[in-house]
């Protein structure tokens, strides 16, 4: 879901510009105050902004920490934190208050801005999902390569996973430019006397091809595609290891912690497929809804209503579960975790408390003290 359709969905029909609320066929608009959704969602998305800053800084703190970039892997799991962690930055204070203001606060710029980051994170997270997997892909026919060039000195932005990054972050503004310029503020009367504004990213003078076009291509380029690109991969690479183990004897080490690394490094990036698809299906498959049936203003029920927000808030909450899933499903990621972020949370409380228990223990030790003195002064 676009960050700043949400209003105006409630009010008017995707295609019409000119609205009248008299009009039976024309959704109704309900005051926000009347909404459970204004109490609910600010409060999840509360929860998608702490756990999702805490999670990506501390992905970020690790890989930089532990000087993991020169692992191809890790630095695209750096560059999906990157990206993760400013649309949690970027937008998420503002998709909250889409549920607590009427109209749109901040402004023209704002509503580009946030459009703008918005698209480039989605793009960010895609393309570099897409890059993984095509990079386990090659591991897997060409480890001797990978070996080869680890030994090597290292600079990011001459090895060929820096200029990859670099290439996805170029492609991902490339296609985020049409939300930047084309967003604008879209006033709108609601009654007598009444109107708001809304951050719109289809302007109306563009006819009803427009977000048409726009939706299809997001959801061609960011889904789909991507996702047949993925399955290539790992398809391959299964009937690759299927091929293999059936060649290689049956005590041979190498290729047995070879097919492992490769399982292993392969989990975790089918975990985040599979988190990134489960988190923006339900988003695509509203927006082609809304945006290709012709009746679907008419057709909008309590059902499309909580389907509609439940997709809104899982296409931001992928932004914080890739921590979470790094974390369960990578050994190392999590020794790592433990001894740069939780063991030493542990070790400052338990500190603390010791601290504390000193602090009443010596307490206790003075009031015996004194009251040992009286007890001699009365003697």
């Not at 580009?112 to 895609?126: G, L, N, P, Q, R």
């Amino acid at each position: 879901m676009n960050l700043t359709q949400e209003l105006l969905q409630d009010i008017a029909t995707p295609f019409n510009t000119s609205i009248d609320f008299n009009d039976s066929s024309v959704l109704n608009y309900k005051p926000y105050s009347e909404r459970p959704e204004t109490y609910i969602v600010p409060v999840v998305f509360l929860f998608i902004f702490i756990s999702g800053v805490f999670g990506n800084i501390s992905v970020i703190y690790i890989v930089i920490e532990e000087k993991l970039i020169q692992s191809p892997s890790y630095l695209y799991i750096l560059n999906l934190s990157f990206g993760d962690l400013i649309v949690i930055l970027g937008t998420v204070p503002f998709v909250c208050t889409i549920y607590t203001f009427e109209s749109w606060p901040y402004g023209k710029f704002v509503c580009k801005a946030s459009e703008f980051i918005s698209d480039v994170s989605i793009a960010v997270s895609v393309f570099t999902l897409s890059t993984m997997s095509f990079d386990r892909y090659k591991a897997a026919f060409s480890t001797v390569v990978r070996t080869a060039y680890q030994r090597k000195s290292f600079n990011i932005l001459r090895s060929p996973t820096g200029l990859s990054i670099v290439f996805i972050w170029m492609l991902a503004i490339v296609f985020a430019i049409p939300a930047a310029y084309n967003s604008f503020l879209y006033e709108i009367n609601v009654g007598a006397n009444k109107s708001i504004v809304v951050c719109y990213p289809f302007p109306p003078e563009y006819g009803d091809w427009y977000p048409k076009t726009i939706v299809l291509s997001k959801f061609m380029l960011f889904y789909i595609i991507p996702l047949i690109i993925i399955a290539c991969c790992y398809i391959s690479i299964a009937l690759h290891l299927i091929n293999k183990s059936k060649h290689a004897s049956t005590g041979n080490a190498q290729f047995q912690r070879s097919s492992q690394r490769n399982f292993s490094r392969a989990k975790i990036v089918l975990s985040f497929v599979f988190i990134f698809m489960i988190c923006f299906f339900p988003n695509h498959m509203f927006m082609i809804w809304f945006y290709f049936h012709p009746n679907s203003h008419q057709l909008y029920n309590d059902f499309w209503h909580t389907w509609r927000i439940v997709a809104f808030v899982l296409s931001f909450l992928n932004s914080c579960l890739n921590p979470i899933t790094l974390y369960v499903t990578s050994d190392h990621f999590k020794h790592l975790c433990n001894v740069h972020i939780f063991h030493p949370l542990c070790k400052t409380r338990i500190t603390r408390n010791e601290t504390e228990n000193s602090n009443i223990e010596l307490s206790t030790q003075q009031i015996v003290h004194n009251v040992s003195a009286v007890n001699v002064t009365v003697i």
